[in-house]
């Protein structure tokens, strides 16, 4: 149905920049909720960032230790979604996922239902 692929991981230093991609296909994009996901090696996946769908106008969640460095946003006319990750730490390294789901309610990590394959980031110090 949904399908999702996340590019744009890679090896960066501390305090570097990254900008994640998600080219989606198979729904209708801008009544999506989107999210961006983490998960490090021995840790839970947490959701770092979300964004509503254009009918709540395109609101926005960030986990605390994210909040004033990444920036979650929207094109729903190239049916992307991406991640700008600024000021990057060592903490950030963790395999991030794109992720959707038809609910409105996009700051509920628990309704999101269709996930990408993920990309690395990887953060050195």
């Known amino acids: 149905q949904v399908q999702l692929a996340e590019s744009g991981g890679g090896l960066v230093q501390a305090g570097g920049s990254l900008r994640l991609s998600c080219a989606a296909s198979?729904?209708?994009?801008?009544?999506?909720?989107m999210a961006w996901f983490r998960q490090a090696p021995g840790k839970e996946r947490e959701l770092v960032a979300a964004?509503?769908?254009?009918?709540?106008?395109?609101?926005?969640f960030y986990e605390n230790s994210v909040k004033g460095r990444f920036t979650i946003a929207r094109d729903n006319a190239k049916n992307t979604l991406y991640l700008q990750m600024n000021i990057l730490k060592p903490e950030d390294t963790a395999m991030y996922y794109c992720?959707?789901?038809?609910?409105?309610?996009?700051?509920?990590?628990?309704?999101?239902?269709?996930w990408g394959q993920g990309t690395q980031v990887t953060v050195s110090s």
């Open positions: 964004i509503a769908p254009d009918h709540l106008a395109g609101a926005t």
């Open positions: 198979g729904g209708t994009f801008s009544t999506y909720s």
């Open positions: 992720a959707a789901t038809s609910f409105s309610t996009y700051y509920l990590a628990s309704i999101y239902s269709y």
